[in-house]
């Protein structure tokens, strides 16, 4: 989990995002958290789709991952280090509901920011407070529109 502190060193190339201005920001900004480098950054990805395969059966499924940005990029993007944190589904679309049905993921994503939880470093055998951070949100513009709570299309 600490990889991110020694995999780059290309100043002409971003291999990780690392190596990008939001999380040097980040890390300015947030001196305290960035001092631990076993804290969390994670990424929230979604996007919605009728499970039923046919748009004449209305029906919505959006399922909500998070990605921990702390591993390699040859692990962030694998399936074993993806988390389901919950599935969105109902009859209709969330669309301006979504942040009430977030509100248990946002709960515990605050508590972990502001509090965070005792865990268990193997490779040091202590334990230790870690803190996780939500750095960004990766979805198409629909998705957008929902989780930022602007209108996108029409009124």
């Given at each position: 989990?600490?990889w991110?502190?020694?995999?780059y060193?290309d100043?002409?190339e971003v291999?990780?995002?690392?190596g990008?201005?939001?999380w040097?920001?980040f890390?300015?900004t947030?001196?305290t958290?960035?001092?631990?480098p ?11 789709f009728n499970p039923?395969?046919?748009?004449a ?10 990605i ?6 040859e692990l ?11 599935k ?5 679309s969330p669309?301006k509901?979504i942040?009430v049905m977030?509100r248990?993921l946002i709960d515990e994503?605050k508590?972990l920011?502001?509090?965070g939880?005792?865990?268990?470093d193997?490779?040091?055998q ?5 803190k996780?951070a939500?750095l960004w949100?990766?979805s ?7 989780l930022s ?5 029409g009124k």
């Amino acid at each position: 989990m600490t990889w991110h502190l020694k995999c780059y060193e290309d100043a002409n190339e971003v291999i990780h995002l690392v190596g990008s201005e939001a999380w040097k920001h980040f890390d300015e900004t947030h001196p305290t958290f960035a001092e631990e480098p076993r804290n969390v950054r994670l990424g929230l990805c979604t996007d919605g789709f009728n499970p039923l395969g046919c748009f004449a059966t209305p029906y919505s499924c959006r399922p909500i991952f998070l990605i921990v940005y702390n591993l390699p990029p040859e692990l962030y993007m694998k399936s074993e280090h993806i988390f389901l944190a919950m599935k969105i589904s109902g009859p209709k679309s969330p669309r301006k509901n979504i942040d009430v049905m977030l509100r248990p993921l946002i709960d515990e994503l605050k508590e972990l920011w502001t509090n965070g939880v005792e865990t268990y470093d193997s490779f040091r055998q202590q334990n230790f407070i870690m803190k996780a951070a939500l750095l960004w949100t990766i979805s198409d513009f629909l998705g957008y529109g929902m989780l930022s709570g602007w209108s996108i299309h029409g009124k």
